[in-house]
C-alpha cells in the first residue's frame, strides 16, 4: 500500500521534527540561561554545531519513528527498540558536546566520559527492565480477561 | 417465484416483504439471504472490484488519510465509511476504537503486550499487531470486560 507507506512517512518525518523542535528549544534556553549565569560565551561555529547536532538526532528520531512503525519491532518488547536507540543518541550528542566544550580538557580525562556513559547506560537499561516487568505483571492480567472473554466470544474463521 | 421492486420516494429505509403459500425451505432461504446482507459491508479492493465482506471476519478498521480499510487475515478492502459510524455500529459485535485511526475486533486479539508511554499493542490472529493509544487503553479494558461500563 504505497499510500499508506506515504502518509507513514509524512507523519514520522512530522512527529519528528515536532520533538527534536521541542528538545531544540528546551536546550537553547538552557544554554542561555547557563551563560547568562556563567558569563561562558557562546560563538557562532558552536551555535551551528548544536544545530547540526539537532539535525542528526532528528534524522536518528525519524527513523526511530519508521522502525516503530514495522512488525518486526512491534514483535519485540519495548525496552528493546530504546536499548538500541539510546547509544546513537549519546553517541551524537557526547560528539558534538565535546567539540564544543573543547576537546583538550576532555582528552585529558577521557576515561570519565566513558565510566559516565556506561553508568547512564546501564541505569537507564535497569530502569527499562524494571518499567517493562510491572507492565507486564499488568497485560496479563488483561490476558486473562482476554482469554474469558474469547471463551464467551469465540473467533470463528468459517462464521 | 416472481420479484417485485417498487421504487417508493416517501420510504426512509428499504423494506422487503415476502408474499407466500406457506414459510417453506425456500422463503427460509430468502430470509436468511436478506439478513446476511446486514452481516455484511460492501468492500472496494485495489482494482475497484466490489465485494462483500463478512464483518466478523474483519480483524480490523484502519482510516489512512481519508479512506478507511477493512482488514481481514487474507485481504483488505477499502469501505465507503467513516470510523465514526462504524464505531457506533459494530460496537455490538465487539468492535473497540483503540487509537484515532483504528477500530478493531475483539475477537480477534489474540494476545496483550505492553509498549512504552502506557500504551499497549495487541496480537491479532493474523499475526500483525497493533497499537492501543493511552487514550484509548481503558476502552479497551471495558471492551474486555475488566472494567465496568
Keep these: 500500500?504505497?499510500?499508506?507507506?506515504?502518509?507513514?512517512?509524512?507523519?514520522?518525518?512530522?512527529?519528528?521534527?515536532?520533538i527534536v523542535a521541542v528538545c531544540f528549544?528546551?536546550?537553547?534556553?538552557?544554554?542561555?540561561?547557563?551563560?547568562?549565569?556563567?558569563?561562558?560565551?557562546?560563538?557562532?561555529?558552536?551555535l551551528v554545531k548544536?544545530?547540526?547536532?539537532?539535525?542528526?538526532?532528528?534524522?536518528?528520531?525519524?527513523?526511530?519513528?519508521?522502525?516503530?512503525d514495522t512488525q518486526w519491532a512491534k514483535s519485540k518488547p519495548f525496552f528493546v527498540k530504546n536499548i538500541i536507540f539510546l547509544p546513537l543518541y549519546l553517541i551524537v550528542t557526547l560528539i558534538m558536546a565535546m567539540?564544543?566544550?573543547?576537546?583538550?580538557?576532555?582528552?585529558?580525562?577521557?576515561y570519565l566520559v566513558l565510566v559516565y556513559a556506561v553508568i547512564f547506560l546501564v541505569t537507564f537499561t535497569v530502569r527499562q527492565l524494571v518499567g517493562y516487568i510491572i507492565e507486564?505483571?499488568?497485560?496479563d492480567l488483561m490476558n486473562d480477561a482476554l482469554e474469558s472473554f474469547q471463551k464467551e466470544h469465540s473467533w470463528d474463521e468459517e462464521e | 417465484m416472481k420479484i417485485f421492486v417498487k421504487d417508493k420516494l416517501s420510504l426512509t429505509?428499504?423494506?422487503?416483504?415476502?408474499?407466500?403459500?406457506?414459510r417453506d425451505a425456500e422463503v427460509e432461504g430468502i430470509i436468511d439471504s436478506i439478513k446476511s446482507l446486514e452481516e455484511t459491508l460492501m468492500g472496494e479492493k485495489e482494482n475497484g472490484d466490489?465485494?462483500?465482506?463478512?464483518?466478523?471476519?474483519?480483524?480490523?478498521?484502519?482510516?489512512?488519510?481519508?479512506?478507511?480499510?477493512?482488514?481481514?487475515?487474507?485481504d483488505y478492502y477499502r469501505v465507503r465509511r467513516t470510523l465514526y459510524d462504524l464505531e457506533d455500529e459494530l460496537v455490538e459485535r465487539h468492535f473497540v476504537r483503540i487509537s484515532k485511526a483504528l477500530v478493531v475486533n475483539l475477537k480477534a486479539v489474540k494476545k496483550v503486550s505492553p509498549e512504552d508511554g502506557r500504551r499497549l499493542k495487541l496480537l491479532l490472529r493474523n499475526g500483525e499487531w497493533v497499537i492501543v493509544s493511552r487514550n484509548?487503553?481503558?476502552?479497551?479494558?471495558?471492551g474486555i470486560g475488566m472494567k465496568e461500563a
Design chain 2, 50 to 74: 466490489k465485494i462483500p465482506v463478512t464483518i466478523s471476519k474483519v480483524l480490523y478498521f484502519e482510516a489512512v488519510d481519508r479512506n478507511v480499510f477493512a482488514y481481514t487475515t487474507s
Design chain 1, 50 to 68: 548544536i544545530w547540526l547536532t539537532f539535525f542528526i538526532l532528528g534524522g536518528i528520531t525519524f527513523f526511530r519513528i519508521m522502525i516503530d
Design chain 1, 136 to 139: 507486564k505483571a499488568k497485560t
Design chain 1, 99 to 110: 567539540s564544543i566544550v573543547g576537546m583538550q580538557e576532555i582528552m585529558a580525562r577521557p
Design chain 1, 1 to 18: 500500500m504505497n499510500m499508506k507507506r506515504a502518509i507513514h512517512v509524512r507523519t514520522a518525518l512530522a512527529k519528528a521534527f515536532s
Design chain 2, 13 to 22: 429505509e428499504t423494506e422487503v416483504e415476502i408474499r407466500c403459500r406457506e
Design chain 2, 136 to 142: 484509548y487503553v481503558s476502552d479497551f479494558k471495558r
Design chain 1, 25 to 46: 528549544s528546551m536546550s537553547i534556553l538552557f544554554i542561555g540561561v547557563f551563560c547568562a549565569v556563567t558569563s561562558f560565551s557562546v560563538e557562532g561555529m558552536e
